[in-house]
């Protein structure tokens, strides 16, 4: 069993680290998937449950004498070592958070074994979690003997209960729990997501059977159905706040009410696996996109296959804030993956006709005009830009000062810039902002006259987003009348933060520093346009010895 627990999945739940969950793909299944469905209990008969557990659930009383209470917790260790021992299905786990979920306790026994129903006590902080066979449970138990788990930052107790199976009141268990069929949702869609690509994903989890695509309320929808509860609660866990590329693609996913797909057309836009003769539905021009892209489809699932041999998930995948996949081929924090966006799909393509926007191309050289040229500088542009990304060069052109070039660290960022900032107005004049066909910016050979015009800042310690998964990704907003300031010093104060704006020529009209936390604050200006100036002016602003005021475009209004 050493070779299960290798993994640190759980390190950010557990004191000590989650094995590695049994992929299906890896680890086959002894018998029919459906035989193993999660439910989730409801709380009816949970008296009747801990009375046959083997546990005494010990109420508030009145107090006692020393002596009385020393014989009910000696008599209760004695109840509790007589459990230890009895290897069943069921694990009796106690002292969980009053806020824990039924995620929270099948997430536990995940990485052991198919987890078939769950059971969570609020009231008494218990759970009962029932296992498909029991050498998972042993497996568990034996695990969790030799660390303690913890939830919610509380430490747990895993044991067996006396109970061979769970037997809970599955009246309205299914409206809204587990279920073979999940929908997704993809927020914030930066990249088209083909297909293909869902299904490399999904299918780390347990085998997909189908999947459908569709548009509804202007966002990108999917139906993804397994053949059992087991595999699509995994997913579900593992997944949902996931981003798929860093920054952008946020997978949200909750239950379908379906519990099976009827998918007539094996195409771009639906799918299924279990019956691949299936008539594509779209005619010639289909025909034509699947001769063309399904052999590079093909390599990209073979060769996803094979960088996820083992079933190792690396960890940038699993962090909040990091991308699962990278649209480039260079995976973040160094994890390749195949590049999903060198496919290369019109927007009259099936699986692209409802979304609003055609696929990126790989620039990362952004073409911005008619800029105010008597107030524009190289580091203006480099403070405004790195708003949206990590600037790596910016190059004011010698002969036409009113424009620039400007190369970003990667292209998802490059069009972030674009989306936010092309017509907003920059000092007075409303600036363009374009993809250039160029894919570097040129540093001035030695001797030609520049005069200054051309920055390198590749090294620049005033990056936003250089770590992977930075949460910065999570806090990009439009240009607005209000600024984020964080950074601030205890010793700096409310006048002190105003009177520093107000030299640079910038009236704040409300300011309001964070309740919980005086390091942030919320500024609002006049209006967007003298935003715009304060964050370029102030960015960087040495507040004290040590400290320096970070400036970013906040969503909140004061």
Not at 68 to 84: F, G, I, P, T, Y
Not at 122 to 132: D, H, V
Not at 340 to 360: E, H, M
Request: proline letters at 7%; aromatic letters at 6%.
């Amino acid at each position: 069993m050493e070779g299960l627990f290798i993994d640190k999945v759980g390190a950010a739940m557990m004191s000590c680290p989650l094995p590695l969950p049994l992929l299906p793909a890896l680890h086959p299944q002894p018998a029919l998937a459906s035989d193993f469905p999660i439910h989730i209990g409801i709380k009816r008969g949970s008296d009747e449950l801990l009375s046959q557990s083997g546990v005494t659930v010990m109420a508030p009383a009145a107090p006692h004498h020393a002596d009385n209470n020393n014989q009910d917790s000696a008599a209760k260790k004695v109840k509790l070592e007589q459990n230890v021992g009895k290897p069943s299905r069921v694990i009796h786990i106690r002292n969980i958070p009053n806020e824990t979920t039924e995620a929270e306790i099948i997430q536990l026994g995940l990485p052991f074994g198919r987890v078939t129903n769950v059971l969570v006590l609020k009231g008494k902080n218990q759970a009962f979690l029932e296992m498909a066979e029991e050498i998972s449970a042993v497996a568990m138990v034996a695990y969790f003997g030799g660390c303690v788990a913890q939830l919610r930052g509380r430490a747990v107790y895993v044991q067996f209960s006396n109970h061979k199976e769970l037997k809970t009141d599955q009246t309205h268990s299914n409206a809204g729990g587990p279920n073979t069929v999940l929908r997704v949702i993809i927020e914030h869609m930066l990249y088209p997501i083909v297909l293909d690509v869902l299904y490399s994903i999904f299918q780390r989890y347990g085998k997909v059977l189908k999947i459908v695509t569709f548009t509804k309320n202007n966002s990108f929808q999917a139906l993804i159905q397994y053949p059992d509860t087991g595999s699509a609660q995994m997913a579900k866990t593992a997944l949902d706040g996931q981003n798929i590329y860093n920054g952008c693609c946020t997978l949200r996913i909750d239950y379908s009410k379906m519990t099976c797909l009827n998918v007539k057309y094996n195409n771009d836009k639906s799918r299924d696996y279990t019956n691949p003769t299936l008539p594509s539905g779209d005619g010639d021009a289909h025909q034509l996109l699947t001769s063309e892209l399904m052999p590079q489809r093909a390599r990209l699932a073979l060769a996803l296959a094979s960088r996820m041999s083992g079933g190792v998930l690396a960890p940038p995948f699993l962090g909040l804030g990091s991308g699962l996949a990278s649209p480039y081929g260079v995976g973040v924090g160094g994890v390749g993956l195949p590049a999903f966006g060198a496919l290369t799909l019109t927007p009259a393509s099936p699986a692209l006709r409802a979304l609003a926007a055609p696929p990126l191309p790989l620039a990362t050289v952004l073409l911005v005009s008619n800029l105010n040229e008597e107030m524009v500088t190289p580091d203006a542009l480099f403070t405004l830009f790195g708003v949206y990304g990590d600037v790596q060069r910016v190059k004011i052109l010698y002969n036409k000062k009113d424009s620039a070039l400007i190369q970003m660290a990667e292209p998802h960022q490059a069009h972030l810039a674009m989306t936010h900032m092309d017509k907003l107005r920059v000092f007075g004049k409303a600036m363009r902002v374009m993809l250039s066909k160029h894919q570097t910016v040129q540093l001035p050979k030695e001797g030609q006259p520049d005069a200054g015009l051309t920055r390198d800042y590749s090294q620049s310690p005033l990056h936003r987003f250089k770590k992977p998964g930075s949460k910065n990704y999570q806090n990009i907003y439009p240009p607005s009348a209000t600024l984020h300031l964080s950074n601030i010093p205890a010793t700096v104060s409310e006048d002190d933060i105003k009177d520093a704006f107000t030299k640079r020529g910038f009236a704040i009209k409300v300011f309001k520093f964070f309740p919980k936390d005086r390091k942030m604050a919320l500024v609002q200006l006049p209006s967007i346009d003298d935003a715009v100036a304060a964050l370029i002016k102030m960015h960087n602003y040495q507040l004290s010895e040590s400290n320096h005021l970070r400036v970013s475009f906040s969503k909140s209004s004061i």
